[in-house]
């Protein structure tokens, strides 16, 4: 099967810091990356797609100047979250995908203190 | 949008029984996938099922596309405390690749 490995699995920040998280695809190739955003007890919501090469492409409502999304190979895309405020206090969820469909990263808790 | 609403949000389980949970949508999904996420983790892959009609079995899981390719449902047979953690729908449109649209969970909880 494809495995999907993020880290960190957790960090704390301090507000006003960027923080980045990786996201690598260990045994696959991947052209296309998800990244979604979990607070406590909600579903996971979409952030963007990102595509190697290539710009990402947000949902509505996400800034993509506060998450800066780069996917220049095809083996890693990173998520940044820059100015991190108490808010963006999350669980941070990358998602690959392979031929074997869509797997899931084991998440990024972040704390922003 | 797409909007998948997925009952029921928890329910209490006690070992040896079975479960049954269901997501609907608005419009029409070309591949409807049922995830189980852990605290802590990331949702991991349970069934996957790509044509309406589909009935698909994992062990003790069940899961079905319907016909309408609107919904979907998900059943676990003689449950067992391992079973307990967020259980939840995805939806695909279009082509191969697309986003996928979550449905709100189902969390399974054992019965005090």
């Known amino acids: 099967g494809a495995v999907v490995s993020q880290h960190p699995s957790w960090v704390i920040c301090k507000s006003g810091t960027s923080v980045k998280i990786e996201c690598r695809s260990l045994d696959f190739q991947a052209t296309t990356m998800f990244w979604y955003r979990q607070f406590p007890k909600q579903s996971l919501m979409l952030m963007a797609t990102?595509?190697?090469?290539?710009?990402?492409?947000?949902e509505q409502g996400v800034e993509k100047d506060k998450f800066l999304i780069n996917h220049a190979s095809l083996t890693l895309s990173t998520l940044t979250v820059t100015s991190a405020h108490p808010e963006d206090s999350s669980f941070y969820i990358c998602?690959?995908?392979?031929?074997?469909?869509?797997?899931f990263g084991s998440g990024t808790r972040l704390t922003v203190v | 949008g797409q909007q998948l609403n997925q009952s029921p949000q928890s329910m209490f389980i006690q070992e040896g029984e079975d479960v049954s949970m269901n997501c609907t949508s608005s419009?029409?999904?070309?591949?409807w996938l049922w995830y189980k996420q852990d605290p802590g983790e990331g949702p991991v892959l349970l069934i996957a099922l790509y044509k309406a009609g589909e009935l698909t079995s994992n062990g003790r899981l069940t899961a079905q596309f319907g016909i309408t390719r609107k919904d979907s449902f998900l059943n676990i047979s003689a449950s067992i405390p391992s079973d307990v953690g967020i259980y939840f729908c995805a939806g695909q449109f279009g082509a191969a690749g697309n986003k996928l649209t979550f449905g709100g969970g189902t969390r399974v909880l054992v019965k005090p």
């Open positions: 998602s690959g995908l392979s031929n074997y469909g869509y797997t």
């Open positions: 990102s595509n190697e090469g290539s710009k990402a492409t947000y």
């Open positions: 419009s029409i999904f070309n591949t």
